[in-house]
């Protein structure tokens, strides 16, 4: 039966397929691809978990049996009898083979992808006593996990969701050219970035809000995506027919062959759409009245360069460092691994400039699971960002030097996030001196780079003087702006529809911080996902902003907005705007 189950929408397009569930577990549970030749490896850790928790139970049966029945209820041999039966049930151990062999999941991924798909069965179930089994069910399974932990025959973490890319022996699958969707209750954005190498056509997650850094990383992907979902990965199941609308926020699952067919149409225009995009691509930035826009490109990773000349970036605007941190349980990278990182990117980028934020992490991009940052009561307000950076100065020393020596290799900017304090600057700009004494007295080359800081926090857009006195140039983080503003979790879809670009006390910041550097002669430019959306175009360009980084796949949509627009005309109106009490309202009448 067709139901619908609305999100937000985040990453454009529409993707049809059938759904892969990655089921949450209360045991943390790697899930990655494996080769077609360790398939029989994976069944045999399977069973030599399963034949561990027999063995347990058997040992504690042979213990009852010892004891009188006045100390060994009934109920207790009842129950280790179930979870003998349950362990060794056909549907149980037949299915997990089949998500290995056939879908070529780890062992643990196709342990709790089955332990779901009998759950929904048992859910089902109209007899009370065994829809209770359901329990007993995910009691033994989360056994047999743990009983796996030991002999992780990988070496990949135990930690969190990790999805490696498609193994290159491909799917097994009969009809191995239907495209997948992921149903999640969340996805941290370190694994999202797995999946970049695209074996998903789209995703969906329970949770999350529009700027929260998973719905960052899917759009950078250029892949519909559906966050805040809230119960989808619990409507759908397995193997669903799934429609992600990512324009509207909609997730259809079991689609009508009429609605199947509209989306098929609409799926079509989307491309056309694009194609007719794609002339634009070497159309340089200017508006009808002659000024020039540099639209650049947020990277996640030092590869994403490719695919930020390929859109007709002129440099990357914001490359978000701590990608390179996550994911590393604990053993960060050496100052060489980031070099060659950061040296990657601004190679990639044949000369045009690359802006290396450095690392920002914290809040909903923890390390990884076992990072203490994420125990904090309130993590976007905690020890993140800079924050963090200056309370392990050696780090961020590591992390300076490495910047600085890539710098040899093509133009550079250094990016700052997070920053409120006067006390934060001065400690920054001496360490960044100090990484450059010691470069130099060790006779290591490097390149001169110039200095900028974010603009994210009320705090810093309301004392720019002291900014702009520092820095060479700003960067204004709407993400966080707005968040930290509006006092909005960006990442919590309860209060997503408080989330707003356009309330008046975050234009106001956006546009004094825009019109100080323009009266300073200081580059200024918007690195928030504000830069990418094209509702915010003119207005932006109104307000003088001529500098917008954003993911890559929006580009073209943007830099048509800037060849229609007339910054003359704008100017006018971008005040208008900022001194409506609605401007929303202002902005649709
Ligand atoms: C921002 O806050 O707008 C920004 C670009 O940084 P991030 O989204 O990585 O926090
Ligand atoms: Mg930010």
Known sequence: MTFSIHGLAVARGIAIGRAVLVASSRVDVAHYFIEADQVEREIGRVRRGRDAVVEEILGLQQTIASLGPKDAPHELRALLDVHLMLLQDEEMVEGVKHWIRDRLYNAEWALTTQLETLARQFDEMENEYLRERKADLEQITEKVLRAMQGQLTTGLPLVASVVRKVPASGWQLDDADVPLVLIAHEISPSDMLQFKQGVFAGFVTDVGGKTSHTAIVARSMDIPAVVGARTASHLVRQDDWVIIDGDAGVVIVDPSPIILAEYNYKQRQVEVERSRLGRLLDTPAVTLDGQKVDLLANIEMP????????????????????????????????EEEQYQAYRRAVEGMAGLPVVIRTVDIGADKPMDSTFVEGKHLNPALGLRAI???????????????????????????????????????RQTVALVEQARSELQREGQVYGPVVLGAMIEIPAAALTLKTFLRHFDYLSLGTNDLIQYTLAIDRADESVA?????????VLRLVADTIAECRAQGKEVSVCGEMAGDIAMTRLLLGLGLRSFSMHPAQILAVKQEVLRADTGRLAPWAQAVLAHEDPAAFLAG
């Open 303 to 334: 590869d994403d360069a490719a695919a930020a000349i390929k859109a007709g970036a002129v440099g990357v605007g914001l490359f978000r460092s701590e990608f390179l941190f996550m994911g590393r349980l604990g053993h960060l990278p050496d």
């Open 387 to 425: 924050r963090w950076s200056l309370a392990d100065p050696s780090m961020f020393l590591t992390q300076l030097r490495a910047i600085l020596r890539a710098a040899a290799h093509g133009p550079v900017k250094m990016l700052i996030p997070m920053l409120a304090h006067l006390g934060e600057i």
């Open 497 to 505: 529809h408080l989330y707003d670009p356009l309330h008046p006390a």
